[in-house]
């Protein structure tokens, strides 16, 4: 089995969602290694969870630590081989560490720097993680990621649903989507709602 397109869930907390999404054959998962995060996993935590986990990658997903943080961080969890965080300058300077990066931006905020922001991530090779607060994408949404997806690789985190997943693919040019993971209700108990339904919809039939 396996997706139509490339699928990267952040958030990833607990060991049901992360064996879900590996049966699913997500590509990456990301795991929040900064302490302030609510989300925080601890270097044992991500090593029980991923332990378990065969045939993708991992993502450690940043928002505040600077570059030599970032990489002191990641040396306790060396099965972590890609780094995503929201501030591109801080990318930008781990563009030579050998690992693979991802840029979180909210729409908003490239809206009007779409052609600076496209070609600074197409000359480093960064992929742009879009996001956004609105469930619904507007057209001038739709016209930003297809001028972004012109200079750049997109996974798209914002406006999916599994009624528009398939059609968002079809009518634009983007790399993969982008979910986050849940809290687990108890230990092994999951209610996964919205993001097995989207992966299910992305399921290639055998």
Known sequence: MALKTFVKIGGITNLSDARY????????????????????????????????????EFVGEFQDANAE???EILKNYPAISWAEHQDLDTLIELKDSGISLIYKADLEAVRDLEY????????????????????????????????????CEIILGAGLSSENVLDLLA?????????????EI?????????????????????
Not at 38 to 55: C, N, R
Not at 117 to 135: A, P, Q, R
Not at 171 to 183: C, E, M, N, V, Y
Not at 186 to 206: N, Q, T, Y
């Open 116 to 151: 600076q922001v496209g070609t600074t991530l197409s000359e480093t090779g960064i992929i742009l993680h879009l996001t956004s607060d609105n469930e619904i994408l507007k057209a001038e949404d739709l016209e930003v990621i297809n001028l972004l997806s012109e200079r």
């Open 186 to 206: 108890k230990p092994g108990l999951k209610d996964f709602d919205e993001l097995a339904d989207i992966l299910e919809k992305l399921e290639i039939e055998e």
């Open 21 to 56: 999404c590996s049966g699913m054959y997500v590509n990456l998962l990301g795991f929040s290694v900064e302490q302030a995060s609510d989300k925080y996993v601890s270097p044992a935590q991500f090593s029980e969870i991923t332990g378990w986990l065969s045939g993708l």
């Open 171 to 183: 009518d634009h040019t983007l790399k993969g989507i982008a979910l986050t993971g849940g809290t």
């Open 69 to 71: 943080q970032v990489l």
